[in-house]
Structure formats: structure tokens, C-alpha cells
């Protein structure tokens, strides 16, 4: 499974990346809005940044929401840098930019997927990857994870190359339960990440391991 950091602070890209298991970045108006990034030239400036500090996909989502506009806008995102994934919303323009990029040998990732219907129609429309948003799902007491399972078991059964990019991520339970039904991809934020690394029992055993090393002079 894929880790990507959900995120558009610069920092905490860095701080994945030199953990040395990032495999790419997501990120979103809302999460460029909160580094205080506004204006195309800054956005345009800021997705170059983050691509020079990490490697792999870097998504980069349209602001627009008709056809022609959202084509101009991903051309123009898509020549900052080969790593950039063009992020298109769940939208019947949506789909047809999909189409028009993936034609285009450019990578695209679908995101504010909430439903089966939604995932099934991105990958009919050659879109690299699907975003389902477990955890807003969750917030209105849906099972965001069954719809994981549900993406899963459809692009089995036809091979879609389109791959899950489970999103929305709320929780290291969530990438556990992610991995375990087989997202391809999970785009989380980095405390989530780093909340795997812990486990009591690692920590009173090393304690007790340090204690012992220095018996051993
Ligand atoms: C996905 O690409 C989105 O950026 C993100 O995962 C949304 O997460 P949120 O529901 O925490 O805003």
C-alpha cells in the first residue's frame, strides 16, 4: 500500500518525506486556503515546492468546475512538474476532463467519491486514482470503510487500473482497516502516519533494553 501525506504545509511534507516511506501528496483548496497560499501564481509556485521536496504523485486539484475551464487549469498544473496528478471533482464535467486527460497520457485523480456509482464512473473515464472520503462518510454515520470494500471488490472483478486513494483519513485504525481490505493508496494527515509507530510495550521494552545496555557497560 501507497503512502501519501494529505497536506499542503510544507514542513510536514518534509518530515514525511525524510521518514523515507512517502510515496506522494495530496492536497486540496481547503488545506492550500489553510497555509495561507492564494492567487495563481502562488498556488502554481507552492505545488513546484512541494514537488521538489517529495518524490511521487503530487495531487493538484482545479479550482474551476466546468469542462473548458478545468481542462485549461489541469494543462496548466500539469506542466509545473511531471509528478503532478491533475485532482478533478466527482462532477459530470468532471468526468468528461477525466477522459480528456487520461487521453492525454496525463495522470488524474477523482475526488469527493461517496458512492460505488461515483468510483465505477471515474474509472470508466480512465481516472488514475479514486478518492472516496471514508472519514466524512463516517461523520454522518455512514461506514465510509464498507465503501472501500465496495470499490475494491467492482475494480476486481474488472480489472480497472484505476486505483482506490482512500481519503479522508481521520485515524491509524483507518489506514490499518484500509490495508487490510486493500486500498491501494492511503492519503492521510501526518499525525495519523506517525500514530502508527506507537505502542506501549515498544516503549517499556526499550526503556528496559537502554537499562540493560548500560549494565553491559
Ligand atoms: C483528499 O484528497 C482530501 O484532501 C482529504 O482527504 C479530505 O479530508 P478531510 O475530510 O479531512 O477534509
Known sequence: MKFFIDTANLDQIREAQDLGILDG???NP??????????????LTHYKTICEIADGD???EVLST????MIAEGDELAAIHPNIVVKIPMIKDGIKALKYFSDKGIKTNCTLIFSAGQALL???????YVSPFLGRLDDISVDGLNLIEEIRIIFDNYMFDTEILAASIRSPMHII???KIGADVVT??????????????TDSGLAQFVADAKKMG
Open 25 to 27: 501528496v495530496t492536497t
Open 30 to 43: 481547503s488545506l492550500m486556503a489553510k497555509e495561507g497560499i492564494s492567487g495563481k501564481e502562488a498556488i
Open 58 to 60: 503530487i495531487s493538484a
Open 66 to 69: 466546468t469542462y473548458e475551464e
Open 122 to 128: 471515474a474509472a470508466k473515464a480512465g481516472a488514475t
Open 177 to 179: 482497516n484500509c490495508a
Open 188 to 201: 492521510s494527515p501526518l499525525g495519523s502516519i506517525l500514530n502508527l509507530l506507537k505502542h506501549p510495550l
